[in-house]
């Protein structure tokens, strides 16, 4: 028991703080079900913008580019800390939340602003819409939106950050395909719900699912903690993708 206690502590050394909500395949994901939710006139015109840029690379940039100091101004876009108890209060930081919003004003206002800007609001929209359906991405300050809470992932040493950005979405084999049809069984009140555009409910959604992320017993993940998890995040990466459509429609059309 010393031993596996010694260990636990040396691997976490090597576990780097690191935000990449959902990880590839989330992020394919939800660019895939806004693809497909779109009609072909609106997808042309966010092509026009992203030119050679595929959706799902352009849900993937804000991740790919983090090794890059140039964008290191970029890195706290991609989440919001808030402890617990702690209400939303309006503020300038660059946050997820601030900076969701302005891109989405970007868009909407595209002719007052050149092709490239334009490109690259498109890319922080693609990005930041999945990121703030990651409960973790409007996680604790105190630790780190669960990065320094280290788990056992049936018999790996992870962090519950990363078990939720792609530890259960790979141990669930969580695809597309499961996401379609989780869509397919959307009411239409659902569907409705889920197109209104206000990025503060969208990050109070994720923060209310927190009390069943930290609900970890002895820093193990288990497989009923797994299992009921896989539908909550399916329904946060569908909830993700409708949104994402949305959003491009409601600018685009």
Request: some cysteine; charged content about 25%; glycine content about 4%.
């Amino acid at each position: 028991m010393k031993n596996k206690t010694y260990l636990f502590i040396v691997v976490s050394l090597f576990l780097s703080y690191k935000s990449y909500a959902w990880g590839e395949r989330g992020h394919s994901i939800v660019a895939s079900i806004a693809k497909k939710t779109l009609n072909s006139n609106i997808i042309d015109s966010v092509q026009f913008y992203l030119g050679e840029t595929t959706f799902k690379e352009a849900a993937l940039w804000m991740d790919e580019i983090k090794s890059d100091k140039t964008y290191k101004h970029l890195n706290n876009w991609h989440y919001i800390n808030l402890e617990k108890n702690q209400l939303y209060e309006k503020n300038s930081e660059a946050n997820i939340v601030n900076k969701l919003e302005e891109a989405i004003d970007v868009i909407k206002n595209r002719k007052k602003h050149p092709k490239s800007e334009i490109e690259f609001y498109l890319k922080v929209i693609f990005h930041l819409v999945g990121d703030i359906h990651q409960p973790l991405h409007a996680g604790y300050a105190s630790d780190k939106g669960g990065n320094t809470v280290k788990v056992d992932f049936f018999g790996r040493y992870s962090n519950l950050h990363r078990v939720w950005d792609t530890d259960l979405i790979q141990h669930n084999k969580i695809g597309v395909k499961n996401c379609y049809e989780l869509a397919n069984t959307l009411s239409e009140k659902e569907k409705k719900e889920y197109q209104e555009i206000n990025v503060v409910a969208w990050m109070e959604e994720s923060r209310a699912l927190l009390p069943l992320v930290y609900d970890v017993k002895d820093n193990t993940i288990t497989l009923p903690y797994a299992n009921q998890n896989s539908e909550v995040i399916k329904k946060q990466l569908v909830k993700a993708g409708i949104r994402l459509a949305y959003v491009l429609h409601q600018a685009f059309s």
